[in-house]
């Protein structure tokens, strides 16, 4: 019988598919891991060999022999082909398509899986211009001697450069005067010599503890949550973790979100190491990425750094991983598979028997529930470490107050002094646009987005109507499209409003304004950094980009204009989100000798939440919003799971639903689950967006185990659904987002 090969492909398809190997490879060569060229519909795919096995349920004629094998050797370590079967497992995903997304894309294309070869052109020993053979080729001479001049030899993609001729290189070698070596493109650097190019500092009593309990424990896994404030030298304690590291001999991995990648971060690990560092983040190109994933793979590069997807780097020798700002939403991939880096990454070092610290000055309720409960070694850093002071925070009801674009009366007093003390001043408002939509005053019609249940935003300086949900633009109407009357007014205030109304209040001092919009332009970023970094009084006006990564020292009041939104939202994690938005706004001001101030303006001065974290602190919040959670069956204490439906016509997702709601109803019959709860399907919280409607149903279940021995049954019936082929439908475990 001649073996099968089970193969993982590209597939949304969740399941493997059987080949026959191809000719001439012998058995083996066919090992797992090992990636094939295979024909797959009309189309030729690279797929994964996941098993050898003698027995197809594909009848013997059907079965297609692969086109070619493409790895002498499995290009991804035995680890992590590991994680990818346990991920693809516990996200119910194709693992093929897993494969995909945890690859780099020359790796799915085919590409070797070792670092780039190129032919050297070099001058034979002995070989001389003045050689009888050239005496009528001058071309020939020529070339020869310019290899000659190069004694490391010369690249072939650089031959053109140069103005040699292939040509003459051929007859050149045919005489033997040159010849051809294929090496690495990139010849390894080895380390040599210390591995500290800055002395490490002093380490205060908190950053001693914390980095002598994970010291340690640096010989396995262990999780560690360090919870620190910002600016209490979270950054420090993990460089010195990472000197421990590579004095073993060892990998650190560091994963960051994508907003923090800035020029800051990398700055402070070259500043600090004399170590290879390899960057994978969403500005590389392809080739860079494959580069760094297999210096990484070969023990070739010593500190790995990285967004989300670099959490499926390999490492030869891994010592540590390091996940900051664990709290971040970024972490989550929001399409196709949708893995939760931070899960995976304590996935991945129970696997390879790693430390992990998880770090954060407001860290996610579910990692602090692992804190309580002992699965995490909490680590607690409370003091800012240059000695700068916690800024202190001021409710600020703004109920039956005018406000001005948003700013009320005191704010803007508050802001006159902070101006006319020569400090500067940040106002967080997390819309962008002029107003979030235009209103008709005297019929009320509103600037609704044709293709979404959703409003639209007008951006004034573009002179347009924008959907921040689906991309849709357009000019604003001239006169009210309802009544014709031409009495049309922005409602609300975004960040191009609050910038342009500050402008006319405060006309002596420049106003910056930070978001999307305004830093899409490469270099827009620095250049606004560089004028706050000046320290000159200013006010800088922006989103939760503001939120991320960097130090103002000369802002000293920051002013939140509505904190509202996170305290009505019918999402349950919206009152974290913005606790967590609140506490790291703050955390940009008054970094250096001046304390800041925060101004938060709300009408809902006396919510309990927002009492306990603005007079006792985050843990205090999060204490007060885990013990909610608690009462009401939500994750951390139950785990979810959302099917979402999304088709052309109205009714169609919900149809598809129901069926597959059915299903899941008689499964748990079938196989007596209890303490599971099938919430809907209901129409989803924005029911239309970009022209499609959309539905969900929730399944939330209070032990992970049976919830997920359910969907392992149910998810085959629903691909077999009738319906499923009308519909886009897909299967988020541990959703973040209810929408
Ligand atoms: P975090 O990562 O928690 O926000 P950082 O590591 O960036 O904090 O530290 C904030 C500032 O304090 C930095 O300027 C850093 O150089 C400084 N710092 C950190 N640890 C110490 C220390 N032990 N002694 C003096 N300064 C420190
Ligand atoms: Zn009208
Ligand atoms: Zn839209």
């Not at 191809?22 to 994964?48: C, K, T, Y």
């Not at 994680?83 to 070797?112: I, K, M, N």
């Not at 070698?173 to 010599?193: A, I, N």
Request: net charge positive; with cysteine; aromatic share 6%.
């Amino acid at each position: 019988m001649p073996p099968i090969l089970r193969l993982a492909l590209p597939s949304p398809l969740r399941t493997l598919f059987d080949y026959r190997p191809p000719a001439g490879v012998p058995h083996a060569a066919l090992q797992p891991g090992v990636r094939l060229r295979v024909p797959f519909g009309r189309r030729e795919v690279v797929g994964v060999l996941v098993e050898v096995v003698t027995h197809s349920e594909v009848p013997e004629a059907k079965l297609k022999p692969a086109l070619e094998l493409l790895d002498s050797v499995p290009p991804l370590p035995p680890a992590l082909f590991k994680l990818c079967l346990w991920t693809a497992q516990y996200y119910q995903h194709s693992l093929g398509d897993t494969f995909s997304w945890a690859l780099p894309v020359l790796l799915r294309q085919g590409e070797p899986a070792e670092a780039r070869q190129e032919r050297f052109w070099h001058a034979a020993t002995g070989a001389r211009a003045d050689d009888p053979r050239l005496s009528r080729a001058p071309r020939q001479r020529d070339a020869l001697k310019t290899i000659a001049q190069h004694p490391q030899g010369v690249a072939h993609s650089l031959l053109g450069q140069l103005q040699l001729s292939r040509d003459s290189l051929d007859q050149l070698l045919r005489k033997g005067l040159v010849r051809v070596e294929t090496r690495r493109t990139h010849q390894v650097r080895s380390h040599q010599g210390s591995w500290l190019l800055q002395p490490e500092l002093p380490l205060n009593q908190e950053q001693r503890a914390a980095f002598e309990a994970i010291r340690a424990g640096i010989e396995g896994f262990q999780a560690f949550l360090l919870a620190g404030v910002t600016g209490s030298g979270k950054t420090e304690v993990y460089l010195q973790l990472i000197h421990q590291i590579l004095q073993a001999g060892k990998q650190a991995l560091i994963l960051i979100p994508e907003i923090n990648l800035g020029p800051q971060t990398l700055a402070r690990f070259e500043q600090r190491f004399n170590a290879r560092i390899a960057l994978l983040h969403s500005n590389i190109n392809d080739r860079e990425r494959l580069d760094a994933w297999l210096a990484a793979r070969d023990g070739e590069a010593d500190i790995i750094i990285g967004t989300r997807s670099a959490l499926f780097t390999p490492m030869k020798n891994p010592g540590l991983i390091i996940l900051d700002e664990e709290h971040d939403a970024s972490y989550k991939q929001q399409e196709g598979l949708r893995y939760h880096a931070r899960d995976l990454a304590i996935v991945r070092a129970r696997q390879e028997n790693l430390p992990i610290v998880l770090g954060s000055a407001t860290p996610s309720l579910e990692s602090l529930h692992n804190a309580h409960i002992g699965r995490y070694a909490l680590l607690k850093l409370t003091q800012r470490a240059g000695g700068a002071q916690a800024p202190r925070f001021l409710r600020l009801d703004v109920k039956s107050r005018p406000l001005d674009s948003g700013i009320s009366g005191p704010l803007q007093q508050a802001m006159t002094q902070t101006l006319a003390a020569g400090q500067q001043v940040l106002v967080f408002l997390n819309r962008r646009g002029f107003a979030p939509s235009l209103l008709c005053h005297d019929c009320g019609w509103l600037s609704q987005c044709p293709r979404c249940d959703a409003r639209m935003t007008l951006h004034q300086r573009h002179n347009e109507l924008r959907c921040h949900h689906c991309g849709h633009a357009e000019r604003p109407p001239l006169s009210c499209p309802e009544c014709n009357r031409v009495d049309l007014r922005p409602v609300g205030a975004g960040t191009e409003r609050a910038e342009e109304r500050l402008g006319i209040l405060f006309p002596d001092f420049p106003v910056l304004r930070i978001d999307r919009d305004s830093t899409s332009r490469k270099g827009s970023m620095e250049q606004l950094l560089g004028v706050i970094n000046r320290g000159e009084p200013c006010l800088l006006v922006g989103t939760q980009m503001l939120a991320k990564g960097h130090h103002f020292p000369r802002v000293t009041l920051v002013a939140i204009l509505d904190a509202d939104g996170g305290l009505f939202s019918a999402d349950f994690r919206a009152s974290e989100r913005m606790a967590q938005l609140i506490v790291q706004v703050a955390g940009r001001a008054g970094r250096a000798e001046e304390p800041g101030k925060v101004i938060i303006q709300t009408h809902l001065a006396d919510h309990p939440l927002l009492v306990q974290l603005t007079e006792q602190g985050y843990f205090a919040f999060a204490d007060q919003a885990l013990s909610e959670r608690r009462a009401a069956g939500l994750p951390p204490f139950s785990h979810l799971a959302l099917l979402r439906a999304e088709a052309q016509k109205p009714g169609q997702a919900e149809d598809f639903l129901d069926q597959a709601c059915s299903e899941a109803e008689q499964l748990l019959m079938e196989l007596g689950l209890s303490g599971i709860e099938l919430l809907g399907p209901v129409p989803a919280p924005m029911e239309r967006r970009a022209g499609r409607f959309r539905a969900q149903l929730l399944l939330q279940g209070s032990a992970r185990a049976p919830l997920h021995r359910l969907m392992h049954a149910w998810l085959p019936r629903v691909e077999q659904l009738p319906g499923s082929r009308s519909v886009r439908w897909s299967l988020d475990i541990d959703p973040i987002d209810l929408f």
